[in-house]
């Protein structure tokens, strides 16, 4: 049933799904430490497609026509492998808290793009407000090179990681495969970086570094929490609930992973991390809040799933 506003479960789903998210970030970095992040990022997109296949096997779904898809599709997957490939990296050369906050500022980009790219998509007093508070949000915490934890590099990474997701958000925009069910959208994201990461993982050193027990069930919260029944239940909330809401809730994401990574990594809070946390948080709200009058909010929400 369709709801026109956020009830307790609804407030309560969201609220864990997030910080399912935000532990994603934990998860990635801890899994670098038996994987590599490339042969990591392979593996995730192969057995989450798997998922992915099953279910839509199960529910009878279609995927839409093959040959129609075929280059948008490929374009998905290919910016999906430049999202993950650059996060994955990020996650093992800076912390996850400079990290988060960094990939984060997807909206950033995407309003900026879509203002030139999408009619009806100009930028807002509103969203120039956000834009602002997330940039300035950005700069604060790449000026800060103090600290063991601060890497220019992986910094750069993860922001080449948020362009990637505004990339894909963009193409499900403003092609043909936004008449492809949202299953199908994520199959030829999963497939396609598989392929490709698991092609290119060898050239960037051993697949296998010191692989341990717990890496089984480091992968297992990544491939079904997050990429395979994450993303399920992402859409799931986007059909139940207002999109604009469940969007203005991604804020919560890198608020969550900084903390996580400070009670968790035991990552320093500096005063640095917290006002671009701030910012970009704020940068987030603004950017994602959608008039009332609007009413396609839900079709531009529903092509950015968090995975």
């Known amino acids: 049933m369709r709801k026109d506003h956020l009830d307790p479960a609804g407030f309560a789903a969201l609220v864990l799904f997030t910080t399912v998210l935000a532990g994603n970030q934990i998860v990635m970095k801890l899994t670098n430490a038996g994987l590599s992040p490339i042969f990591q990022a392979g593996l995730r997109s192969l057995l989450a497609c798997l998922v992915v296949l099953a279910w839509v096997r199960v529910r009878g779904l279609g995927l839409g026509p093959f040959r129609r898809n075929f280059w948008p599709g490929l374009a998905l997957g290919l910016f999906f492998s430049i999202e993950f490939a650059a996060l994955y990296t990020a996650l093992d050369m800076t912390s996850v808290s400079r990290a988060s906050i960094i990939f984060y500022t997807m909206p950033m980009h995407l309003s900026l793009a879509a203002h030139f790219l999408i009619p009806g998509e100009r930028l807002t007093p509103q969203k120039v407000a956000g834009l602002v508070c997330a940039f300035a949000g950005v700069v604060i915490v790449l000026a800060d090179r103090s600290g063991g934890e601060a890497s220019l590099l992986g910094d750069v990474l993860a ?125 987030i709200v603004l950017i994602n809040r959608k008039p009332r009058a609007r009413g396609n909010g839900r079709a531009r929400a529903a092509a950015t799933p968090p995975t």
């Open 159 to 283: 922001l080449v990681g948020a362009l990637g997701w505004a990339a894909i958000a963009l193409t499900v925009r403003i092609t043909r495969i936004s008449e492809a069910p949202p299953e199908a959208q994520q199959i030829w994201q999963l497939s396609v970086s598989a392929v490709v990461f698991l092609a290119i993982a060898p050239l960037f050193g051993p697949v296998l570094r010191d692989p341990g027990p717990e890496h089984i069930w480091l992968m297992a919260y990544q491939v079904l929490l997050v990429a395979s029944l994450g993303f399920l239940a992402w859409f799931y909330l986007l059909k139940r609930y207002p999109a604009a809401t469940v969007a203005s809730f991604s804020f919560l994401t890198p608020v969550l992973a900084v903390f996580m990574g400070w009670a968790l990594l035991d990552e320093t809070l500096r005063w640095s991390v917290l006002l671009s946390l701030t910012l970009v948080s704020v940068g």
